[in-house]
């Protein structure tokens, strides 16, 4: 079974002259992206699998789809441990 990414319920965000600014309402506290961390973001935001994120990278940002999934799970590993975002499984992974 595939696994997508979704915005826990207290989060907002908004693009902010190319920065990804998060807020969660919940904990007051906010974040900003910039780079590979924006981009992702902004996948997650359109809806897009793990698969759909690491083949995006890969092509961007020329690295190997390996490397694209490692860095991913680490970077999602940090907005899932500061409350920002949940897994949610899905029936395919597009």
């Known amino acids: 079974m595939a696994e997508s990414v979704l915005a826990e319920e207290q989060i907002v ?21 910039e780079g590979s961390g924006n981009d992702i973001w902004r996948l997650l935001a359109q809806g897009c699998s793990r698969t759909q994120i690491v083949e995006q990278l890969s092509a961007d940002y020329e690295v190997s789809p390996e490397q694209a999934r490692t860095d991913l799970d680490r970077f999602l590993a940090e907005l899932s441990a500061k409350g920002l975002v949940i897994a949610a499984p899905v029936t395919s992974d597009d």
Do not use: A, K
């Open 13 to 33: 965000w908004r693009d902010l002259d190319g920065e990804v600014v998060i807020l969660n309402l919940e904990s007051g506290i906010y974040f900003g992206l």
